[in-house]
């Protein structure tokens, strides 16, 4: 296939749907012949994912890596930082962790080049890894990290513009009509550019479009006029698509309710709460009102409690003491009431949480909820593996991603009405969805009556993405722009 120049969908600002974007274009490139390969230089996000390999990376570039129809690697998501509070994250290198770091010391190292706590050059790595990428794919897909004009991180960006630079990159700027003010937000982050990297914006994408798109034709033009780049697309809104999110902001978004007539599921929202896509096909179950919530109340209604992951579990095991969550929880177990642990929250349900290094914080211990019976030690070595596993005698496959060893060999723990587990994607199995909605839960021996796996569901999903992006995105000037003929 001809040579394409890199692509950078970059963004107005956060959540704008640049991560969706590049996994549709994954998908069409693939559809179209390519071998593309998904790239974000730098991504601050609790949902990651496990390589092939046992590594760590960002869950957004697994994903796009899935739509494109490869295997996930550390060269996509080279640097990963997950945050631990509001002012710390575990920086998480080329898969691996190595340290803790306060924001405002890590941007100043990054300003200066070297991460002090250790002999890394952040910019040589991501460069490295990108350079490595680009010999095997065509073309890479970049994403940008939230808005491209905060100009007051210029000079320690890696993941926006000076990535783009050193990749000769076609920038895609991605803008939210939905949240309004998308002209004001898409000329303010082409000007404020200097002129290097305003040469390199060659598109316009405004996404989550409701309403009669004739109505936003004159506006298309205007916005054409007055910043010089062509408007490539005009994206609806979709709700019949189900494709991965990248962080918790999709959660503002999400169910917090109790519903009749269908089994209720409640996810207890935690305040570093992780890999939040755990729970994506339990939601689009019928059977199943699934809800986030830290409400008292609503958790000792919901028929199933799940205890979700996080990154840091003394800190929310703390603060579910506060709260009366944990004394909730524990007394719709007595009550009879499923509940399930995973990950950080497996670790919860069990008789104690030791942080003898303080790896997390200043809590060097606390009981756990006391449902299961493991005692879990924190540790600096992270597990990062991708598992199969039997459950009710069916082959079923997740990953592994955690910090802290707990006193069992069991890769699941199961006790009366009680499951705890370090796999994420536990619940994507429907041999462990159609147990824990057996007879206890109110369905009874009815089983849901599917005909595709979930591997199944998510590649339809990213082929109905593409078909979406195609229907609304002028792609063959796409191609004209990344073969250097715009």
């Known amino acids: ?97 190595i340290g803790n770091r306060d924001a405002y010391d890590f941007w100043k190292s990054t300003q200066r080049g070297r991460f002090s706590l250790c002999t890394f050059d952040f910019r040589a790595e991501v460069c490295k890894a990108f350079d490595r990428l680009a010999l095997k794919y065509n073309p890479i897909v970049m994403e940008g990290a939230g808005s491209i004009a905060e100009i007051n991180l210029k000079d320690r960006d890696l993941v926006n513009m000076s990535m783009a630079q050193h990749a000769k990159a076609d920038v895609i700027l991605v803008g939210d009509i939905d949240r309004g003010g998308v002209f004001a937000s898409v000329y303010g982050s082409i000007m404020l550019q200097t002129p290097e990297d305003r040469k390199l914006i060659k598109g316009i994408i405004i996404n989550k479009f409701r309403g009669d798109m004739r109505l ?36 503002e978004k999400k169910q917090r309710e109790l519903a009749e007539g269908k089994v209720n599921v409640a996810v207890v929202l935690l305040r570093h709460i992780s890999n939040f896509t755990d729970f994506d096909t339990l939601e689009r179950d019928p059977r199943v009102n699934l809800f986030y919530t830290n409400n008292i109340s609503d958790i000792q209604r919901a028929d199933i409690i799940i205890l979700p992951g996080t990154k840091a579990t003394l800190d929310d095991l703390l603060e579910l003491r506060r709260n009366g969550c944990a004394q909730a929880i524990i007394r719709a177990h007595r009550d009879g009431k499923m509940v399930i642990g995973i990950c950080g929250g497996y670790q919860m349900l069990g008789q104690t949480v030791c942080d003898p290094l303080h790896l997390e914080g200043d809590i060097e211990q606390l009981p756990g909820l006391g449902l299961l019976p493991i005692h879990t030690t924190m540790t600096k070595e992270k597990a990062t593996r991708q598992v199969t596993f039997q459950f009710e005698g069916q082959a079923c496959q997740g ?43 109110k369905v009874k021996s009815e089983k849901l009556t599917s005909t595709i796996s979930h591997s199944e569901f998510k590649q339809q999903q990213y082929d109905k993405l593409a078909d979406h992006v195609r229907q609304h995105v002028d792609i063959d000037k796409l191609y004209q722009i990344l073969s250097g003929n715009d």
Request: net charge negative; aromatic share 6%.
């Open 399 to 441: 990953y592994e991603i955690h910090q802290g060893v707990s006193d069992t060999n069991e890769a699941i723990l199961q006790t009366d009405h009680c499951i705890g587990t370090y796999i994420h994607g536990f619940l994507d199995n429907a041999p462990v969805i159609d147990y824990i909605l057996s007879e206890k839960r």
């Open 1 to 97: 296939m001809k040579h394409l120049h890199p692509i950078m969908l970059a963004g107005t600002g956060s959540d704008v749907g640049k991560s969706v974007i590049a996994a549709a274009l994954c998908r069409i490139f693939k559809q179209d012949g390519y071998s593309p390969a998904p790239f974000k230089a730098q991504n601050m996000a609790l949902n990651s994912y496990a390589t092939p390999e046992g590594l760590e990376i960002g869950r957004a570039q697994a994903v796009q890596a899935e739509a494109a129809g490869i295997p996930c690697h550390t060269d996509m998501n080279p640097l990963l930082l997950k945050p631990q509070s509001d002012h710390t994250s575990q920086v998480v290198l080329n898969g691996k962790p």
């Open 216 to 251: 936003f034709d004159e506006g298309r033009r205007m916005l054409e006029n007055i910043c010089g780049v062509p408007v490539l697309g005009v994206v609806p809104y979709y709700k019949d698509i189900y494709i991965e999110e990248e962080d918790s902001v999709s959660l």
